[in-house]
Nanobody, 127 residues
Framework: EVQLVESGGGLVQAGGSLRLSCAAS????????IGWFRQAPGKEREEVSC????????YYADSVKGRFTISSDNAKNTVYLQMNSLKPEDTAVYYC????????????????????WGQGTQVTVSS
């Protein structure tokens, strides 16, 4: 059974940093695409970033490009999202999600809400 557990959220001042972790079990990272999504109150879920365990390909939304970095430790089955220069508009519940397969097709399935999802971790950035 695929399980994903997010951690690392919290309250931080604007300009600060947080590192989110997504600990996975039940599958091999090498065969999956792992994505980070977020949902702010009253807003639709939006994609943030993803990484392919197969070839290391990454994607970043324009809103986080240059500030967030996604990485993975395949030996620990953990994906990280390093978030720097945080802004109040980054406030949201952050979710990680996993879908088997290669970068392109699996990422599209995650964007459609498919795959396996964690419970989320709250990130709050104060101004």
């Amino acid at each position: 059974e695929v399980q994903l557990v997010e951690s690392g959220g919290g309250l931080v001042q604007a300009g600060g940093s947080l590192r989110l972790s997504c600990a996975a079990s039940g599958f091999s990272f090498d065969d999956y695409v792992i994505g980070w999504f977020r949902q702010a109150p009253g807003k639709e879920r939006e994609e943030v970033s993803c990484i392919s365990g197969n070839d290391g390909s990454t994607y970043y939304a324009d809103s986080v490009k240059g500030r967030f970095t996604i990485s993975s430790d395949n030996a620990k089955n953990t994906v990280y999202l390093q978030m720097n220069s945080l802004k109040p508009e980054d406030t949201a519940v952050y979710y990680c999600a996993a879908e088997e397969g290669h970068y392109g097709s699996s990422w599209w399935r995650l964007l459609d809400g498919l795959g396996s999802w964690g419970q989320g971790t709250q990130v709050t950035v104060s101004s």
